[in-house]
Nanobody, 125 residues
Framework: QVQVVESGGGLVQPGGSLRLSCVVSGRTFSQYVMGWFRQAPGKEREFVAAISWIGGSTDYIESVKGRFTISRDNAKNTGYLLMNNLKPEDTAVYYC??????????????????WGQGTQVTVSS
């Protein structure tokens, strides 16, 4: 069984920063793509960023490019999403997900087999 657990959310003022963490434990995979998604109140869940197993490839939605950085430490089975210059529109529940066996990044939520419970990020003054 695979567990995906996010942490690091909270309340931050506009312009502030947060770093989310995602630990994937349980069954081990030879490799997997890690993705971050978010769901704002009243909206559908959307793709935010993804990173390949080795970390050489990343993908971001346009609205977070230059502000968010996705990274991972495979030795710790942990991924990170560093969020800088946060804006009120970044307020959402952030989810981490794993797409095992993949080497190609994808934005389609259906590719991701394992999901965490989410961590709330609120950007407000």
């Amino acid at each position: 069984q695979v567990q995906v657990v996010e942490s690091g959310g909270g309340l931050v003022q506009p312009g502030g920063s947060l770093r989310l963490s995602c630990v994937v434990s349980g069954r081990t995979f030879s490799q997997y793509v890690m993705g971050w998604f978010r769901q704002a109140p009243g909206k559908e869940r959307e793709f935010v960023a993804a990173i390949s197993w080795i970390g050489g490839s990343t993908d971001y939605i346009e609205s977070v490019k230059g502000r968010f950085t996705i990274s991972r430490d495979n030795a710790k089975n942990t991924g990170y999403l560093l969020m800088n210059n946060l804006k009120p529109e970044d307020t959402a529940v952030y989810y981490c997900a794993a797409d095992p066996g993949s080497i190609v990044l994808g934005r389609d939520q259906g590719r991701y087999d394992y999901w965490g419970q989410g961590t709330q990020v609120t950007v407000s003054s």
